[in-house]
């Protein structure tokens, strides 16, 4: 596929985008103005008791969390065991939510009993800015998924932990998995999970096969929006919205673009994207996707590298150190979930993880499965969420006789 149409609108983007006015823009892509949090826009309505929650990073952040519990009367009485949901990269805590009650992990999940968290990191819709920075500071977006783990899904865990005075499930996709590898790797997070599911795992990135990032890392565009002052990359913008109207105006229709970034998928319902689009995408950081393009050049699961002069001072090492995945502890139960059809977590790439864990995870591979179809499939509930929760029962029949 000819991605230069795609670099194109990239480009168009950068040039407009520290002068993005509020002038009227096309509708398609922008939700109306949020009120509310998710539990009023997604949950709710589809009869699921949930609250709202807030907690503080340790370097400020404000962090929102939903918690949601069964539509079932049944059920409904007792909380389950607590599972923390932890999003995927331009997304947030809605992203569970997006099918139908019989297809979304988030609503499966409740449903089966257990107590389930949403979390969502930094400046992303349904998390609360900072004590003290706008958005609209560059400091505001002075982070990577480094800090993601190792301040919002520590600060998530602690705060779950704390409500619940129980040990947690953890649930990852795509980012999520990087943040939660990188975080079990520091005992004093990991002592609060009780096992992890992680679906599309990364912890490598130098074999993705997606044609279209590989271009943008070739022509240093993480780089290059840095150099040019843009901190934050929202496509939710007015210019953003543009550009992606532009891009999905029906000649070149949205599923093709999303399978040019992540692969073929096989099975979610294309005739819902305008309603995900609704949702999607949430802003990130150009520091992280700085960090993520890294990971790719290098092919290392490293911290942040800010250069050499620059690392001696952050790190006292010229390099930045390494999370070693080795040292995620053996008595923590995994399960992972990928596929042959996966263009960001490749099947190579999650080899080399298996290869330095030192545990032997739970594993399912389905050969036609694409880094979406985990999350959004149409089958995904028989697929893949029926495989996850009789991991997750298991290992809780497991402790219950320790």
Not at 107 to 122: C, E, K, M, T, Y
Not at 253 to 267: E, F, P, Q, V
Not at 384 to 396: A, E, G, K, L, T
Request: proline share 3%; net charge negative.
């Amino acid at each position: 596929m000819d991605h230069s149409g795609a670099l194109a609108a990239l480009i168009m983007f950068l040039l407009f985008y520290a002068t993005d006015s509020v002038g009227a823009v096309p509708q398609l892509r922008r939700k109306s103005q949020v009120t509310g949090g998710l539990c009023a826009h997604l949950i709710q309505s589809a009869g699921f008791p949930c609250t709202e929650h807030l907690t503080k990073t340790k370097d400020g952040y404000l962090l929102g969390l939903q918690r949601v519990s069964s539509s079932s009367t049944i059920v409904r009485g007792e909380m389950g065991l607590p599972v923390l949901l932890i999003h995927g990269l331009f997304m947030a805590g809605d992203a569970w939510f997006m099918n139908s009650a019989s297809e979304s992990l988030g609503f499966i999940l409740a449903d089966q009993g257990f107590d389930v968290w949403v979390g969502n990191v930094r400046g992303t819709r349904w998390s609360h800015g900072h004590v003290s920075l706008s958005v609209k500071n560059k400091e505001f977006w002075d982070w990577s998924w480094e800090d993601l783990a190792l301040y919002d899904l520590a600060e998530m865990i602690r705060y779950v932990n704390s409500i619940t005075k129980a040990k947690i499930f953890v649930v990852g996709h795509s980012q999520g998995t990087i943040m939660s590898l990188a975080a079990f790797t520091k005992p004093d997070i990991v002592e609060m999970v009780q096992a992890a599911a992680l679906l599309c795992p990364i912890s490598y990135l130098n074999h993705i096969t997606t044609d279209f990032v590989l271009r943008l890392v070739k022509m240093r565009f993480d780089e290059i929006i840095l150099a040019l002052g843009i901190h934050q990359l929202n496509f939710k913008s007015n210019m953003g919205t543009q550009i992606m109207d532009m891009m999905c105006d029906g000649r070149i229709h949205c599923d093709i673009w999303l399978s040019a970034i992540t692969g073929k998928n096989c099975c979610f319902n294309d005739s819902r994207i305008d309603f995900y689009l609704e949702y999607e995408p949430h802003p990130s950081s150009s520091k992280n996707l700085h960090h993520l393009f890294q990971m790719i050049r290098k092919g290392s699961f490293s911290m942040y590298d800010y250069g050499m002069w620059r690392n001696l001072m952050h790190y006292n090492q010229p390099k930045p150190p390494v999370f070693d995945i080795s040292q995620i502890p053996t008595s923590l139960p995994l399960w992972m979930g990928y596929g042959g059809n996966d263009a960001l977590a490749d099947v190579i790439d999650v080899q080399h993880t298996l290869k330095e864990l030192k545990s032997k995870p739970d594993l399912l591979y389905i050969e036609e499965y694409g880094h979406i179809d985990f999350l959004l499939s149409i089958k995904a509930n028989e697929d893949v969420y029926d495989n996850m929760i009789r991991f997750f029962n298991s290992v809780q029949k497991v402790s219950s006789y320790k």
